[in-house]
């Protein structure tokens, strides 16, 4: 346990909480290459020393090397994350240039294996997410691998090397196979990297499609994700219902700001819930009114009857509903025409209708009684063969005056 929680301070050393998700992982990932790659050198290098007897001088430039790979965390942690990177760019191509020409004038095969298994390095701290700087940290290697006859003869070389065991058949055949392991597995590490990527993207795009289908029309949202112009449309026909706690206002005095939202999570929920199977839109809530629509955004020949079913259900579960033991009441209101539907606002934006109809059936809801359907001439014609009703006299609507309305009872046997 105190070896994974040490392994996990240095794999985030220089993480803040204000690194944004690309950077914090680049910054784990080179602390955990610039460590690994130390610990594997110190431990590589221990096994020339100890078994293949290499010079002590030429041990301590390679244990230099393991310092500098180790010390990745360290600059990380000084938030010189460029620094870093560059350390594990730049640094390997030179050692391991600056530990064969210390053994010997011509290049070594093992150390050719060495130096061409480094070229996952930038492949791996830049990544396809930073092109120019990937190719250019790999250009940097295919360099040095190119020039190292050129640059080998001029580095000094330390006396009594001529027979060192690293010129030896067992010591190209080690430095070959961890070579070789060293860069298919920083391969497979780098594509299950960009796999987690792609599963993490995936995961946050269905969570924010998710998130954006809980406050618009999945067409309008899907119009949303593909242009940033104005939504506005004009619908010909289309039904819109209110609906209001009676007496919610004094009730809410009386109730604790926590009880207040559970009972409208609890009815607004189960309306949500009953909208979604009848295929209706819900629009918004405004405190405790619940607003929806049927017609909008797709244009539907019975609008007018999913409102009206959505209505009845919702008068039917209030009749068994009890919040603390309190029966509540519902006042419904349904109006049918013409909308002018569109998507409002930058931030927070809503999609909202307005209009002469949706002002009516606001009115048709707050001039109605508890227990009610009321609906307007409007909608009553389009629902009357499917739905009984007996007309609820006239009553006096702000903004339009007298206008004859009707109390929906329910559907007529074996239709609606």
């Known amino acids: 346990m105190a070896r994974v929680h040490l392994w996990r301070r240095i794999s985030r050393a220089g993480v803040d909480s204000g690194l944004d998700e690309h950077l914090r992982r680049k910054v784990e990932l080179t602390n955990k290459l610039g460590f690994t790659a130390g610990v594997l050198v110190f431990t590589g290098n221990s096994l020339f020393w100890g078994v293949l007897g290499a010079d002590v001088r030429m041990v301590l430039v390679l244990f ?48 050719k294996f060495a130096l061409l298994s480094v070229i996952a390095g930038p492949l791996l701290v830049f990544g396809i997410e ?29 006396s009594g090397l001529d027979a060192n065991p690293l010129e030896g058949s067992l010591s190209v055949t080690i430095n070959a196979a961890v070579s070789c392991l060293i860069f298919v597995s920083s391969f497979v590490y780098f594509q ?47 039904s819109i219902l209110f609906a209001d706690l009676v007496g919610f206002t004094p009730l809410a005095a009386k109730l604790s700001p926590g009880a207040v939202v559970d009972l409208l999570n609890e009815l607004f929920s189960e309306f949500d819930r009953m909208a979604e199977r009848l295929g209706v839109e819900k629009i918004k809530t405004i405190g405790d009114c ?37 029966r509540l009441a519902l006042r419904i209101g349904i109006n049918s025409g013409p909308v002018t539907a569109g998507v409002i606002g930058r931030k927070k934006f809503v999609y909202d209708l307005w209009g002469h109809t ?21 909608t009553h014609a389009l629902i009357e063969d499917d739905f009984a009703c007996v007309s609820g006299g006239v009553v006096n609507v702000k903004g339009t005056g007298e206008m004859h309305v009707w109390h929906v009872l329910g559907a007529r046997d074996g239709r609606a």
């Open 290 to 326: 619940y607003m929806a629509a049927a017609g909008v955004p797709r244009p539907t020949d019975d609008h007018a009857h999913a409102l009206t079913r959505l209505a009845l259900a919702m008068q039917a579960f209030m009749t068994e509903y009890r919040f603390e033991g309190r």
């Open 358 to 378: 949706v002002n009516v059936a606001s009115r048709m809801e707050s001039q109605g009684s508890g227990g009610v359907v009321q609906i307007t001439d409007s």
């Open 64 to 111: 230099a090397a393991a310092l500098a790979y180790a010390s990745i965390p360290l600059i990380n942690r000084a938030r010189r994350y460029d620094l870093s990177r560059g350390v594990l760019t730049v640094l390997p191509p030179i050692f391991i240039v600056a530990a064969a020409g210390i053994i010997s004038d011509t290049p070594l095969l093992s150390f």
């Open 192 to 238: 299950r990297l960009n796999l987690a990527a792609e599963r993490k993207l995936e995961a946050e795009k269905v969570k924010s499609e998710r998130l954006l289908l809980n406050v618009l029309p999945r067409e309008i949202a899907d119009t949303l994700k593909e242009s940033e112009r104005t939504i506005a449309e004009h619908l010909e026909s289309a």
């Open 130 to 158: 930073e092109p120019r700087k990937m190719i250019a940290g790999i250009v940097w290697v295919a360099v040095c691998l190119v020039g190292m006859d050129t640059m080998m003869p001029i580095i000094p070389k330390l």
